[in-house]
C-alpha cells in the first residue's frame, strides 16, 4: 500500500532534525520517515495536496495549507526537477535518491524553497 507524500517532502526528509511547527507535529513527522525507512519498498504516491505529513500541521485548515501557493511551487519545482507528475507512484527509497541527485546534489534546493521558514535548518546542512 502506497502513502500520499508531497513532492517537497523529499527535501524536508533530508533534513529533518527534530524541529517543526509544534512538537506533535516534529513527533508526526520523525515517525512517518521512520515508517518509511523501516520498510524498504514502501511505495509513496506524489500528491499536490495536504499529505500524511500535513495532518500534524498547524498550517493544514482543513485539508488546505494556509500557504497553499508558496508549497504548490515547491511541489510543482521538485516534480519539474526530478522529471515526475503528481500522481506517480514511486519507491520511497528511490525518490529520495532522485530528489538528493536532481535538487539538492545540483543547488536547486536553495532556488526551489529558500523562503521556507525552515530554510536554514538545510542552509547548514547542506
Not at 513527522?29 to 495532518?55: F, N, P, W, Y
Not at 526530478?82 to 541527485?101: H, N, Q, R, S
Request: net charge negative; charged share 30%.
Amino acid at each position: 500500500m502506497s502513502i500520499c507524500l508531497r513532492p517537497h517532502h523529499g527535501m524536508c526528509f533530508q533534513f529533518y532534525e527534530g524541529k517543526g511547527y509544534s512538537e506533535d507535529f516534529t513527533d508526526h513527522m520523525g515517525r512517518v520517515i521512520r515508517a518509511c525507512e523501516e520498510k524498504s519498498d514502501q511505495l509513496i504516491t506524489l500528491t499536490c495536496s495536504t499529505d500524511v505529513v500535513c495532518r500534524n500541521c498547524p498550517n493544514n485548515e482543513g485539508g488546505i495549507c494556509t500557504t497553499e501557493d508558496k508549497v504548490q511551487r515547491y511541489d510543482s519545482d521538485v516534480l519539474k526537477a526530478c522529471g515526475l507528475d503528481a500522481g506517480a507512484e514511486i519507491p520511497y527509497e528511490d525518490f529520495l535518491k532522485l530528489v538528493k541527485m536532481s535538487v539538492i546534489d545540483t543547488g536547486k534546493r536553495k532556488e526551489i524553497c529558500g523562503d521556507c521558514s525552515w530554510d536554514y535548518i538545510c542552509s547548514k546542512n547542506g
